[in-house]
């Protein structure tokens, strides 16, 4: 009898201490589910197309001894789409705001997305500035420049990437899930602090989604639920 189930990464099935949810974030075409393809299955189409309603992929890995379920979701950047809003963001505790470094207008619609991401998600989610497709620096619209001082002066993470060459694809997701480990294992830490008696429950956050107070957790019915027939 086989052991369990294994991936394209040659993870078996195994113990989850932690199931993260990180959206993807902006305008259509910016390359959102090229970069979800390239980290939860390491694979590019060059015949992508444009993503319907809302799908997620998962991906497991190990951050600090810890074995995290990465749960990434993408959605539609068109308006039409906007009315999964509320179940997209739903328990989110990450989110990668993403642009086409040769579309200026994608860039330019970062603010408009970042505010829409602020008055749905929790105040402590962990955001990063994506500029992808860096492999057409010839056809750049973007300063990098223009990037890091958005990224600094709205507290973002920021990074450039290239699913088509893989370039920090991995970097951008693993940045993103670590300092939400980070952040998630100051909170617990915390908890046993001010509670003794709690001292070695932090298991009531291991294998479970970490949910915003208040908030369901994400499951896969709810993507099913808010998917364009």
């Avoid at 993503?51 to 190990?62: D, K, M, N, P, S």
């Avoid at 989110?92 to 603010?111: E, P």
């Avoid at 955001?127 to 973007?142: Q, Y």
């Avoid at 507290?155 to 060459?165: C, D, R």
């Amino acid at each position: 009898m086989s052991s369990g189930s294994r991936n394209y990464y040659g993870e078996f099935n195994q113990k989850i201490d932690y199931v993260f949810k990180v959206v993807l974030i902006g305008d259509s075409a910016v390359g959102k589910s090229q970069l979800l393809a390239r980290f939860s299955r390491n694979e590019f189409s060059v015949d992508s197309k444009a993503t319907i309603g809302v799908e997620f992929q998962t991906r497991t890995l190990a951050i600090d001894s810890k074995t995290i379920k990465a749960q990434i979701w993408d959605t539609a950047g068109q308006e039409r789409y906007r009315a999964v809003t509320s179940a997209y963001y739903r328990g989110a505790v990450g989110a990668m705001l993403v642009y086409d470094i040769t579309k200026r207008q994608s860039f330019d619609h970062m603010a408009r997305w970042l505010e829409e991401l602020r008055g749905h998600a929790d105040r402590n989610i962990v955001i990063m500035l994506v500029g992808n497709k860096s492999d057409l620096g010839s056809l750049r619209a973007v300063p990098t420049e223009d990037a890091k001082e958005f990224a600094q002066r709205e507290s973002l993470f920021f990074m450039e990437t290239s699913a088509l060459e893989s370039t920090n694809v991995e970097s951008a997701f693993q940045t993103v899930l670590t300092e939400i480990h980070r952040i998630v294992s100051k909170k617990s830490l915390a908890a046993n602090n001010d509670d003794p008696q709690s001292a070695g429950n932090s298991s009531l956050l291991k294998g479970t989604n970490i949910v915003v107070p208040g908030q369901d957790p994400p499951s896969a019915n709810k993507a099913s639920c808010c998917a364009s027939s």
